[in-house]
């Protein structure tokens, strides 16, 4: 049986090297951890906020790529300016953030149904 301290010291952030020939070379793509993930589904279905799904892509994307030292290469603050770059490669990209952690096609549908349910439900009631 496992211990408290082997679990907590278990090394299971995985990462995987991705090619992106239209920036001119290679990113490391992290799985996220339990606490980002739900960080990242609270942002996108906007509890309670009302939000409609802007940025997905390069929402998820944003939190998984990450240097040789395995932190993040872009705040928060950068999902928009990834946003900007194109829908090509952040599709790719997304598709492999996906499948590192364990999103499936169905979770995000689910998001993505959650988040419109809730503008919907709030501009009712506005």
């Known amino acids: 049986m496992l211990t408290k301290e ?5 090394k299971d952030i995985k990462t995987q090297t ?4 239209e920036w001119g070379g290679d990113v490391i ?3 996220i951890s339990a ?3 739900d960080r990242f589904e609270q942002e996108v279905v906007g509890v309670g906020k009302g939000k409609i799904v802007e940025n997905l892509r390069a929402r998820l994307v944003s939190r998984c790529l990450v240097d040789e030292k395995g932190n993040r290469l872009f705040a928060v603050g950068d999902v928009v300016l990834l946003g900007k770059k194109s829908a090509r490669v952040l599709d790719r990209l997304f598709e492999v953030c996906q499948k590192l952690n364990g999103f499936s096609e169905k979770d995000i549908e689910e998001l ?4 419109e349910e809730i503008q919907i439900g709030d501009s009712i009631s506005s």
């Open 35 to 37: 606490c980002e993930r």
């Open 112 to 115: 993505e149904k959650n988040s």
């Open 6 to 10: 082997q679990i907590l010291n278990a």
């Open 29 to 31: 793509v992290s799985t």
């Open 18 to 21: 991705e090619h992106v020939e």
